[in-house]
């Protein structure tokens, strides 16, 4: 046992005997786990405004049906998904809302003045910034990776698209980890081209190379279009 495990010993019980030599006292040492060689997690929040492009997929043998509960309803298949009575009156056991017609999206939060990002490990915050401090940052040596793309949304496949703006929480991304460097976090921000406009979107991070995953938001609903490119 390591002088440092035996500092980190706790007595539990003296065991005392008599010897030749006079009396012996034992001790039963357990080590104390280390708190600090435990995982754990590190959060990263994203507050502000979302933009998510979702391209849907409806299959050909569907498409009949899905056209005719549109006519039912008056309206344009592009409006008709948006409609809560469209999927009761499709009635069909795969295709409850519009989110089952996802088949792949791409967004993240909006480059504004209301944008914040919350990073924590465990229990102890660690640092509050936002887009901008990603971009332009003030210092010679930079805290944080940054990664740049550029996308543009007007050049894409044909097909029917969902688009959504959200406020609030939009994303809070955990992994578990044992140790923490700012240097290993890694930031991917986009300047996307979305028909007349361009804006830049926080859109993927990275610790170590390792992708992490949103597990949870709390945010409104804003805004909701659906549109067809004709292939």
């Not at 440092?4 to 009396?23: E, H, M, P, Y």
């Not at 409850?96 to 990073?119: M, P, T």
């Amino acid at each position: 046992m390591t002088a440092k495990t035996w500092r980190s010993c706790k007595l539990i019980k003296k065991n005392r005997t008599k010897t030749g030599f006079g009396v012996h006292t034992s001790a039963i040492c357990i080590p104390k786990l280390d708190l600090n060689d435990m995982e754990k997690t590190l959060r990263i929040k994203l507050f502000g405004e979302s933009f998510k492009l979702h391209k849907l997929q409806i299959q050909q043998n569907d498409l009949g049906l899905f056209q005719s509960v549109a006519n039912n309803l008056k309206q344009s298949l592009d409006e008709a998904l948006l409609d809560i009575r469209f999927f009761e009156q499709l009635s069909h056991p795969e295709y409850l809302s519009i989110n089952n017609l996802v088949i792949q999206s791409f967004g993240g939060l909006i480059k504004d003045h209301k944008n914040k990002i919350e990073l924590s490990w465990g229990r102890r915050k660690i640092d509050k910034l936002n887009i901008q401090d990603l971009l332009q940052s003030e210092t010679l040596f930079p805290l944080y990776q940054t990664k740049l793309f550029s996308a543009d949304l007007n050049n894409i496949s044909g097909g029917f698209y969902l688009v959504e703006r959200e406020v609030g929480l939009v994303a809070c991304y955990e992994i578990l980890r044992e140790d923490f460097r700012f240097d290993n976090l890694e930031f991917h921000v986009t300047k996307a081209y979305f028909q007349s406009t361009s804006f830049e979107i926080l859109n993927k991070v990275e610790y170590k190379g390792r992708k992490f995953i949103s597990f949870k938001k709390d945010c409104l609903l804003k805004y909701q279009l659906v549109y067809n490119i004709k292939p």
